[in-house]
């Protein structure tokens, strides 16, 4: 079965990289090739968090990949996008 995780490989890894967003648990997620995660509450944008990255090439994009910073700081972003399809993961 084909996941956002999958999707999130063959994108990330473009060099025309753009920012990729997804929803989850009430939070909107961007993930950004340029080094940083950015969060914020779905219904209202509100509370946004963002959280940056020193590393480079693949080594960033395992940093993004191992980061908890769902709700509840006990999720990574490659356990989210695991359980989601796809389509869940847009290009922004």
Request: hydrophobic share 35%.
């Amino acid at each position: 079965m084909v996941t956002a995780l999958d999707k999130f490989y063959e994108v990330f890894d473009n060099p025309q990289k753009e920012d990729l967003f997804f929803y989850y648990d009430g939070l909107r997620y961007q993930l950004s090739s340029g080094g940083y995660i950015l969060t914020e509450r779905a219904e209202d944008c509100e509370d946004e968090m963002e959280y940056g990255f020193d590393e480079h090439g693949t080594a960033l994009l395992e940093a993004i990949l191992d980061s908890k910073v769902n709700q509840n700081k006990d999720k990574s972003i490659r356990e989210i996008l695991a359980e989601l399809p796809p389509e869940a993961l847009r290009l922004g």
